[in-house]
């Protein structure tokens, strides 16, 4: 057992000593605040304080873990072994920054409680954040400082024993608009197609005709073709379904839509079903709980994973919706334009409300990348290139790589074949 030596035991401390040191290393912790319990112990132990006691493996403390709420914060950034890190340590330690300071900043997204300027969708922008700004938002910097502290706690504490984790890959499928054309009512397929004349859009008149006499042949009905990809090679997968009525934001067919209903409940019986809750749904509490009951009635089981219509994530108030509606993991930790690490972390950890000073019973997935991120990519290769960069990431430190593509995307008209490109992310991603 490692043993942690610190002044006091906070809620803060708590948490991020089990997501860094049980949940991402495996290495089995225990904690203490008397000195002399400290120097009796014969195994691996740190001491994470201001000051060392005496010549032992020190982490100096930036006092972030033993505070409360909201504070300003300087930002020191350094250096660690070539791996950005912030939270820089002047005085002598064994590492050179509050590694456990850092994790925690990132996991608990304390900069999205600072003030900024929101998207027009509500979202926390990208470039607000600091690993964005800092240049390390495409490395799951948690991850890689964790195993890098076990490293040298290892060459410090040969017998330290820490449970070897295994690489994993889900492939999420947003399906906000199962289909194009078919299944709309004859009010909504009238004005579509008025629309699109307006516009000149012969081609899609033409497709949206060919619906019409055959619905099968509507450009986002993908859904065979991804199952029976996903069983032909082993793939874990989930289908975030929007299960919503129609607003100016959820475009979706209708809940009531027999064939709709159809449609989940066959994906329903070889991949997990979930819920994409409506963009109305956001502040609407009620709203959310009645899609996720409504989804639950048709896919007879419970519907207990979530996204976020637009990847809108408002902390903590978001998260606080998702548990009083009973969801116990949540997918929509990432940027729906920007690849990487929202969190800067491959591993599902739980929400941490600093409002609450709590760890809340809610897991959050974060994903490295959603695909609408490469919208205006025109190659192929390029765009694989970009995800296998993010892919190595995590591979090497054996996380969980986790991405999002959207049926509108993948059955969509381009330079980019990515039904294809899907495919390749498959192979390549889904390897062990």
Not at 76 to 82: P, S
Not at 185 to 204: H, N, T, Y
Not at 233 to 248: D, E, M, N, P, T
Not at 335 to 358: M, Q, S, V, W
Request: hydrophobic share 35%.
């Amino acid at each position: 057992m490692l043993l942690i030596y610190t002044h006091k035991i906070t809620t803060r401390f708590s948490y991020i000593m089990t997501q860094v040191f049980t949940r991402i290393l495996g290495v089995e912790i225990g904690f203490t605040t008397k000195v002399e319990d400290f120097i009796k112990h014969s195994g691996a132990k740190i001491t994470y304080t201001k000051k060392p006691l005496q010549n032992e493996f020190f982490i100096r403390s930036n006092g972030l873990l033993s505070e409360q709420g909201i504070n300003d914060i300087q930002i020191d950034m350094g250096e660690w072994q070539g791996i950005p890190c912030f939270f820089s340590s002047n005085e002598q330690g064994s590492i050179p920054f509050d590694i456990f300071s850092a994790s925690f900043y990132l996991l608990s997204r304390y900069e999205e409680y600072l003030p900024h300027v929101k998207d027009e969708h509500g979202r926390f922008p990208a470039k607000e954040s600091l690993a964005f700004q800092k240049g390390f938002i495409r490395k799951p910097v948690v991850d890689i400082w964790a195993f890098m502290l076990l490293k040298e706690l290892k060459l410090k504490f040969p017998d330290l024993k820490a449970k070897e984790r295994t690489y994993t890959y889900n492939s999420i499928i947003d399906v906000t608009t199962s289909h194009s054309f078919a299944h709309r009512s004859f009010v909504r397929s009238l004005g579509g197609l008025c629309l699109d004349i307006g516009k000149l859009s012969f081609k899609r008149v033409f497709t949206r005709i060919k619906v019409w006499f055959n619905p099968n042949k509507d450009p986002y009905n993908n859904f065979k073709f991804l199952v029976d990809l996903h069983n032909e090679l082993s793939v874990k997968s989930k289908f975030f379904f929007q299960f919503a009525r129609y607003s100016s934001y959820d475009k979706n067919i209708t809940p009531s839509n027999n064939k709709f209903r159809f449609l989940i409940k066959s994906i329903a019986d070889y991949s997990k079903v979930a819920l994409v809750a409506s963009y109305s749904s956001f502040y609407n509490n009620e709203l959310l709980k009645q899609e996720k009951k409504n989804l639950t009635s048709v896919v007879h089981r419970p519907v207990n994973h979530s996204r976020m219509r637009y990847n809108r994530v408002d902390v903590p108030t978001t998260y606080q919706n998702l548990i009083a509606a009973e969801f116990t993991d949540d997918f929509t930790m990432g940027y729906t334009h920007t690849i990487g690490f929202r969190a800067g972390t491959c591993t599902p950890f739980y929400f941490y409300d600093i409002n609450l000073e709590l760890k809340q019973p809610i897991r959050v997935h974060p994903f490295a990348f959603h695909d609408y991120a490469f919208y205006n990519y025109t190659r192929s290769q390029v765009i694989l290139t970009e995800m296998t960069s993010v892919f190595n990431e995590v591979k090497n430190v054996k996380g969980t790589m986790i991405s999002v593509f959207s049926n509108e995307l993948l059955g969509g008209d381009g330079p980019v074949d990515w039904k294809e490109l899907y495919a390749s992310v498959l192979k390549n991603f889904n390897d062990k």
